[in-house]
């Protein structure tokens, strides 16, 4: 027996003394040393008890430690369940419960809501802070730097990470062993990353992109990475000549190009730029191009499956569109009613199946019965379209979402909030084009008849329950809703008719 994930990305760098991670102050953890401090994380959390199988729901700011917990998990056979940063408590209460995690990890300033909430479940709660600090650290700076790796099989679960949903509870989507161990070795192959490749890494690693693309990629190439603990453009400009590769969302190349000391120069030594998350427009793909000679790598992705496509490395990378299925992905497009396959060319719902698609929903067979088919395609939510020369198109969503600087806001979260404060009859929440988020927020608020709701109260209402990045960047007050004759809600009328209110002044 063995531990397909532990051992393909992470052991088998165990002796390597090259650099894995380097850090703002100049300083550089080998893969070694980096293993080593997860070994000692590993034997600390087999001390507090911990079982193969057990969740472990870490809300920390992005560090070397979080990211050596992340592989303590996978030699312990524990399920890593990352949580964003920005949740609040009454988020993080849910994915708490729902998850029946039994140790939670988080920084000094969360440890007394959020052992309120353990206290309820029975969980051991640590600290870690972004500096290294906090208990967790400390216990595990006294364990040993050996450890018995846990035999896993393949189809184990490895992490557990929540999607919202466009109606009800969040899910958490179970993704195995062998879904992340494949999607890292196809990526790593298919981009041609090496050993000698060094990754700029900004994004989050609370979220699929930055965890499971940025740094198993690189784990899989046994290559190193700028490790910056968030997206800041002038240590961006400053770092880019120590880099080989970068990958990012829409938002990170819009800002790049905002700004005038982003040039040819500054990327001439890079190997390659990857896009995803979110759409790229075609005129951002142009304008890089256009100042850098370097056309951007777009790929898509989801939390449930990992990643589905890519524009190639070699060939023609072809602006708005996401490429082609990864080799070991099939793909089709199908009627959105029977689930009939479309023939080329023709939209509809983006069906995918493959080894990096994920086994099902936590603890909600009905909703992976939903979404998951018998023969083991997942419906995507995506509506999309394949050319004659086999490119995927993602031409809409046959969900309700909005992205916005590629975190993902569901308007039925934000709608059941506004819903609830005095004086509202009902509310639309719609995605709006943003020149820097992609796309951003607008409550459009109904109020009960001879009643003026309060808007800055409902956005206290709305700070107290959802994270900052899903809050409204607007309130309006619409007498009624535009709805067809079934009594629909119209959401593109209100799309149109506020479509610029955030554009560029
Ligand atoms: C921060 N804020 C946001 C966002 N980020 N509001 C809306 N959307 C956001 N994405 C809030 C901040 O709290 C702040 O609030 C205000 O907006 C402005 O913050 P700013 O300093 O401009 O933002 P930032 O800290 O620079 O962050 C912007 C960012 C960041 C760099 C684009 O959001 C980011 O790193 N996004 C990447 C998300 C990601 O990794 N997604 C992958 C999901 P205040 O007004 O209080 O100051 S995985 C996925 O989607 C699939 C699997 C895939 O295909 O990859
Ligand atoms: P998440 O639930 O965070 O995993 O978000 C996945 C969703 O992001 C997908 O279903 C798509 O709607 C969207 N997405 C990811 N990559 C791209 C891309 N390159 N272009 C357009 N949409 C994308």
Redesign the pocket.
């Known amino acids: 027996m063995t531990n397909p994930l532990y051992d393909g990305l992470f052991g088998v760098h165990a002796d390597k003394r090259t650099p894995f991670l380097h850090l703002l102050d100049g300083t550089t953890i080998t893969h070694q040393d980096f293993l080593a401090n997860a070994t000692r994380i590993a034997n600390l959390t087999a001390k507090i008890g911990l079982k193969p199988g057990d969740r472990v729901a870490v809300q920390v700011q992005k560090s070397p430690d979080a990211l050596a917990l992340y592989a303590a998990c996978a030699q312990s056979g524990l399920i890593f369940l990352p949580l964003n940063t ?1 949740y609040t408590v009454d988020e993080l209460s849910y994915f708490i419960k729902d998850s029946g995690a039994l140790l939670i990890v988080c920084d000094d300033r969360s440890k007394k809501d959020l052992s309120a909430i353990a206290n309820r479940s029975g969980a051991t709660v640590e600290t870690l802070n972004a500096d290294g600090s906090g208990s967790l650290a400390e216990q595990a700076s006294g364990m040993p730097s050996t450890f018995s790796t846990v035999d896993r099989d393949a189809d184990d679960l490895a992490a557990l990470l929540y999607t919202s949903g466009t109606t009800g509870r969040s899910k958490g989507a179970m993704l195995t062993q062998a879904n992340l161990l494949s999607n890292a070795r196809t990526l790593a192959n298919e981009w041609r990353f090496t050993s000698d490749d060094v990754l700029l890494h ?3 690693i609370f ?4 965890l499971f ?1 940025a740094s198993n990629v690189t784990l899989a190439a046994g290559g190193s990475m700028i490790f910056l603990p ?2 800041d453009l002038d240590q961006i400009i400053g770092l880019m000549p120590r880099a080989t590769t970068m990958m990012g ?1 829409p ?2 190349y819009t800002r790049l190009l905002d700004d005038v000391r982003f040039t040819r120069d500054l990327t001439s030594h890079m190997r390659l730029f990857v896009s ?3 759409p790229l427009l075609a005129e951002t793909h142009g304008q890089f191009e256009e100042r850098t000679n370097h056309r951007i790598l777009e ?5 449930e499956t ?2 589905n496509t890519s524009n190639p490395y070699e060939g023609e990378r072809r602006a708005g569109t996401v490429g082609f299925p990864l080799p070991d992905v099939e793909l089709k497009i199908t009627k959105s009613d029977s689930g009939e396959a479309l023939p080329e060319g023709e939209i509809g719902q983006i069906e995918v199946r493959g080894p990096n698609v994920f086994k099902g929903y936590w603890r909600m067979p009905d909703k992976t019965a939903d979404e998951l088919r018998q023969d083991g395609f997942f419906i995507t939510g995506d509506l999309g379209q394949i050319d004659s020369d086999g490119y995927v198109h993602i031409v809409g969503r046959n969900k309700d979402l909005i ?6 806001i569901y308007p039925k979260e934000i709608e059941l909030v506004l819903d609830e404060q005095p004086g509202v009859l009902e509310s639309a929440v719609i995605g709006l084009p943003h020149p ?2 992609g796309e ?1 927020v607008l409550g459009v608020v109904i109020p009960k008849v001879g009643q003026s709701p309060d808007l800055d109260k409902m956005m206290d209402a709305v700070s107290q329950s959802l994270a ?2 899903k809050h409204p960047r607007r309130l309006v007050l619409l007498n009624e809703l535009p709805r067809n004759a079934m009594g629909k809600v119209q959401k593109n009328v209100l799309r149109d008719q506020y479509q610029n209110i955030f554009a560029k002044a």
């Not at 992205?403 to 993902?408: M, P, T």
């Open positions: 920005a900004a994004l989050p979220h699929t992109h930055g693309v968030k997206f969302v938002t990170f995803g998350s979110a790929r898509y992705g989801m939390t990992n990643m992205i916005s600087g590629g975190y993902n820097d988020f951003t900052r990045f």
